[in-house]
């Protein structure tokens, strides 16, 4: 069974960070490219960055950009999303998402194109 589970959310201060991981099971992560994406309270859910199964294509929302990196380890199968100066706004739960891809430098920023999804981990940044 193909499997997405996050980890690594929590309550953090502002200015904090924290550092999320995307593990896969079921399949290696080798051709999928990931997504990252949050659902704040009360918002539709947004892409916050996304990344190559090669890692050598990013992207990110204007809104975490400088302070968000996405990485990855395919040998451990892992994908993870460091979060750095948060703040109130970035309170949200965070999605992983997989799809395959066929092009090494491929990424992809709408949720129609991921066919994977974890179940999401909260994160919440509060004084």
């Known amino acids: 069974q193909l499997q997405l589970v996050e980890s690594g959310g929590g309550l953090v201060q502002p200015g904090g960070s924290l550092r999320l991981s995307c593990a896969a099971s079921?399949?290696?992560?080798?051709?999928?490219?990931i997504g990252w994406f949050r659902q704040g309270p009360g918002k539709e859910r947004e892409g916050v960055s996304c990344?190559?199964?090669?890692?050598?294509?990013?992207k990110y929302a204007d809104s975490v950009k400088g302070r968000f990196t996405i990485s990855r380890d395919n040998a451990k199968n892992t994908v993870y999303l460091q979060m750095n100066s948060l703040n109130p706004e970035d309170t949200a739960v965070y999605y992983c998402?997989?799809?395959?891809?066929?092009?090494?430098?491929?990424?992809?920023?709408?949720?129609?194109?991921?066919?994977?999804w974890g179940q999401g981990t909260q994160v919440t940044v509060s004084s």
């Open positions: 990344i190559s199964y090669s890692g050598g294509s990013t």
């Open positions: 998402a997989a799809t395959e891809s066929y092009y090494s430098g491929s990424i992809y920023w709408g949720e129609d194109e991921y066919d994977y």
């Open positions: 079921g399949f290696t992560l080798d051709h999928y490219a």
